[in-house]
Nanobody, 116 residues
Framework: QVQLVESGGGLVQAGGSLRLSCAASRSIVSIYNMGWSRQAPGKQREWVTSITSRSMTNYADSVKGRFTISRDNAKNTVDLQMNSLKPEDTGVYYC??????????WGQGTQVTVSS
């Protein structure tokens, strides 16, 4: 399985922006789907967004129009630009990668805290 490392989390005021990055341990060209999920305190992990190997994107309704996922196959990274952040966006954000043979891999997560 590919190893994933997230970065870019932090504390931001409501209405602010953050950019998360997910670095893969090897080429992501063959990884058919990558994305982000998040887990708020006391809640189950929820899917946020995904991007396919052909750069087709999908977003949860709660973040549509505010978050943008992008993929750089040359750098082996997947980024998440988060704008107009709300307190309910607070949580640990996890990067994931889906491979046909290896299944889903997860990063260790990065904390995002949005203060009101």
């Amino acid at each position: 399985q590919v190893q994933l490392v997230e970065s870019g989390g932090g504390l931001v005021q409501a209405g602010g922006s953050l950019r998360l990055s997910c670095a893969a341990s090897r080429s992501i060209v063959s990884i058919y789907n990558m994305g982000w999920s998040r887990q708020a305190p006391g809640k189950q992990r929820e899917w946020v967004t995904s991007i396919t190997s052909r750069s087709m994107t999908n977003y949860a309704d709660s973040v549509k129009g505010r978050f943008t996922i992008s993929r750089d196959n040359a750098k082996n990274t997947v980024d998440l630009q988060m704008n107009s952040l709300k307190p309910e966006d607070t949580g640990v954000y996890y990067c994931h990668a889906d491979e046909i043979d290896a299944g889903r891999s997860w990063g260790q997560g990065t904390q995002v805290t949005v203060s009101s």
